[in-house]
């Protein structure tokens, strides 16, 4: 936590000696004739560090012993305890500035958004069980019916706990219905060029997986194509199955009603451009109308096959 600044080379019996006139610590400014020791509480000391640098090629380790001879600590364990302050308020700050960034905002609401449908899938499925427990023999459809199917023929015969139940899966509908508008109009204000290729939802989802914004630009267009497809990807390394072609981008429906031999490179233009989407997004925050046209005719032209 110091930056050095450096005086000229200084000739000394044929050789050169570099002499250093400050070295800056998080603590205070230490210097060839004493120390000055910076004042402040926690707050400020962490604020003292967000402004220090150093360069490897001036870098002097730095002694704990300097802190007390600067009257900052009186000794090692208050050295630390005090650092561990600084510090820790340090983490925090970082702790609550990323959280205050738009995009990581939108990921909880992605996975609010995935947790919900989880919910909602797991307490048809149950309701589905508890049905045909209460309903046994030969059924006009397979058992492997859509659950959500056993609520909606059961909605105007339930009573008690059962209606409850499906009352909870109609809110748990509704809570998703706010969700994915929310998270469509948050998707189009961080994202906006991703946003235009591939949608809100399905762009929000791509930036879930990646875990940030950042994240999300630094992916080669390779990992954007299978992004979701974990599963799948596992799988191939570890038996030789064929390997993944897309992931979430499967969601887009340029993908999934392409013609099964196109899917592949459809998902790889798509991807490709996604990875161009991502940066502009990133550094730029603005749609590039010049962008996108190009990137909507290339994705056009692998869907024709051409």
Excluded at 40 to 58: H, I, Q
Excluded at 165 to 170: K, N, Q
Excluded at 230 to 256: C, D, E, M, N, W
Aim: proline letters at 4%.
């Amino acid at each position: 936590m110091g930056m050095l600044r450096k005086k000229g080379p200084r000739i000394s019996s044929g050789r050169a000696h570099i002499t250093y006139s400050m070295q800056r610590y998080w603590f205070g400014d230490v210097t060839e004739s004493g120390c000055i020791r910076a004042e402040g509480d926690a707050p400020a000391l962490a604020a003292r560090v967000s402004t220090l640098a150093t360069g490897m090629e001036g870098f002097v380790p730095l002694r704990w012993e300097q802190a007390e001879e600067c009257g900052a600590v009186k000794d090692r364990a208050g050295y630390l305890a005090r650092l561990r302050e600084v510090t820790s308020f340090l983490a925090e700050q970082k702790i609550q500035d990323w959280y205050a960034r738009g995009d990581a905002v939108l990921i909880q609401k992605v996975r609010m958004l995935e947790d919900v449908d989880r919910a909602a899938n797991l307490v048809a499925e149950r309701f589905q069980e508890w049905d045909l427990a209460l309903h046994p023999g030969p059924r006009d459809e397979p058992r492997e019916a859509a659950p959500r199917r056993a609520l909606e023929q059961a909605r105007g015969r339930a009573e008690g706990a059962r209606a409850s139940v499906i009352a909870s899966v109609d809110g748990l509908a509704l809570a998703r219905a706010a969700l994915v508008q929310e998270v469509s109009a948050s998707a189009g204000e961080i994202l906006p060029n991703c946003t235009a290729l591939v949608g809100g939802l399905v762009a929000a989802r791509l930036l879930s997986a990646a875990g940030s914004l950042d994240a999300l630009a630094r992916l080669p267009a390779a990992s954007l194509q299978v992004l979701g497809a974990r599963a799948a990807l596992f799988a191939h390394l570890r038996t030789g199955s064929p390997p993944p072609k897309h992931g979430i981008l499967y969601q887009h429906h340029r993908v999934h009603n392409a013609p099964r031999g196109r899917r592949g490179k459809v998902a790889r233009t798509l991807a490709a451009r996604l990875a161009i989407a991502a940066r502009l997004d990133r550094y730029r925050g603005t749609r590039d109308e010049e962008f996108l046209k190009k990137a909507d005719e290339a994705v056009r032209r692998a869907g024709r096959g051409t």
